[in-house]
């Protein structure tokens, strides 16, 4: 089973800050790098994505960071809102990637 | 669009019953998958399917069965429900290759007492 290690495991910040979240991978041949978005009661849904060609996504006030070398990449809200409490995952793959692992999740609060 | 469509979203069984998950989706995906997802545990692979008539096991497949006759449909089985069984179990599925985003339904709470 290929390692994915996210962390934290929580993380509160408070609105207007901003907050980062990491995953780091083993396997050289992933070539798709999402997070995914899970609110109370829901599935988990895509937030963002990268591919190896790049090492920095944005949209709007979430970037994404790559780090090829380091095996990593990471997760950054800019002005941090109380509607982002959710609980984010990476899900690192490849295209021949049939058995998913995602990270454990990382549990975001975001208080007033 | 309904996407990924699970039912029911609640259940709540005795030791040694027998159900069954329903999963369907609208989007003409070939590869589709079921998670369960623990506390402190992420979401683990149950079983997966590449396209209808193929199936195979992920991470945790003990106590589950699935077959996929159509695009559309992935059932999970539980054939004799455990506490162990207790969780959430999501289904999810994809377009083409590994290197594309995942659609989640939004999950079956399902109760071993």
């Known amino acids: 089973q290929q390692q994915v290690k996210q962390s934290p495991q929580s993380l509160i910040v408070q609105k207007g800050g901003i907050s980062i979240i990491n995953c780091a991978y083993e396997?050289?041949?992933?070539?798709?790098f999402p997070w995914y978005q899970q609110f109370p009661g829901k599935g988990p849904a895509l937030l963002i994505a990268i591919r190896p060609d790049v090492s920095e996504k944005k949209e709007g006030r979430f970037t994404i960071s790559f780090n090829k070398s380091a095996k990593q990449f990471s997760l950054h809200i800019m002005d941090s809102q109380p509607g982002d409490s959710a609980t984010y995952f990476c899900?690192?793959?490849?295209?021949?990637?049939?058995?998913?692992?995602f990270g454990k999740g990382t549990k975001l609060s975001v208080i007033p | 669009n309904a996407g990924v469509t699970q039912t029911p979203k609640f259940q709540v069984l005795k030791t040694g019953q027998s159900m069954t998950l329903q999963c369907a989706q609208d989007m003409n995906h070939e590869y589709m998958s079921w998670y369960r997802q623990d506390p402190g545990m992420g979401l683990r692979l149950i079983h997966y399917s590449v396209g209808a008539g193929i199936t195979d096991q992920g991470e945790v497949p003990n106590g589950y069965n699935v077959s996929r006759s159509t695009t559309e449909d992935f059932p999970l089985r539980l054939l004799s429900a455990a506490p162990s069984q207790t969780s959430v179990y999501f289904c999810a599925s994809r377009s083409g290759r590994g290197n594309s985003p995942l659609h989640f339904g939004n999950g079956t709470r399902l109760t071993v007492t």
């Open positions: 396997n050289t041949a992933f070539d798709y």
């Open positions: 899900a690192p793959s490849g295209a021949g990637s049939y058995q998913l692992t």
